[in-house]
């Protein structure tokens, strides 16, 4: 949860603050349109960056959190077949490529945490 959050949270506050830089990046043509969108879609991954560092100590897994992961799942899978579909049609950029892993990465760690039940937490003696 601590990864994923951080990695939330980074991309949020670029997309928040900079997007101009994000759009360089993968070669896309900026808009104040676009701008204005990225900057919406920052906010949301804030917020969900923000809920996953709050959910970092809990116990999560099979029924344990469900929400939290289910939410987490489908956002990492939605941004995966998205990502996949941008290179079908002729998208093509190599820093997207380590997005769409990242997206994928993190979907299966979520799928994962929603089909297994918690992992049991070793004490030290």
């Known amino acids: 949860m601590i990864v994923s959050a951080s990695s939330l949270l980074a991309h949020g506050i670029v997309l928040l603050f900079a997007p101009e830089l ?43 959190g469900r929400a939290l992961v289910y939410g987490n799942l489908v956002y990492s899978l939605i941004g995966f077949f998205v990502g996949i579909r941008a290179r079908l049609s002729g998208f093509s950029n190599e820093y997207f490529w380590a997005e769409v892993v990242l997206y994928l990465a993190f979907g299966m760690a979520f799928g994962v945490m929603l089909f297994r039940g918690p992992m049991p937490r070793t004490t030290e003696a």
């Open 22 to 64: 994000l759009f360089r990046l993968f070669d896309l043509s900026g808009s104040p349109e676009g701008a204005v969108t990225a900057q919406l879609f920052g906010a949301a991954l804030i917020s969900l960056g923000l809920m996953n560092w709050t959910a970092r100590g809990l116990v999560l897994g099979g029924i344990y």
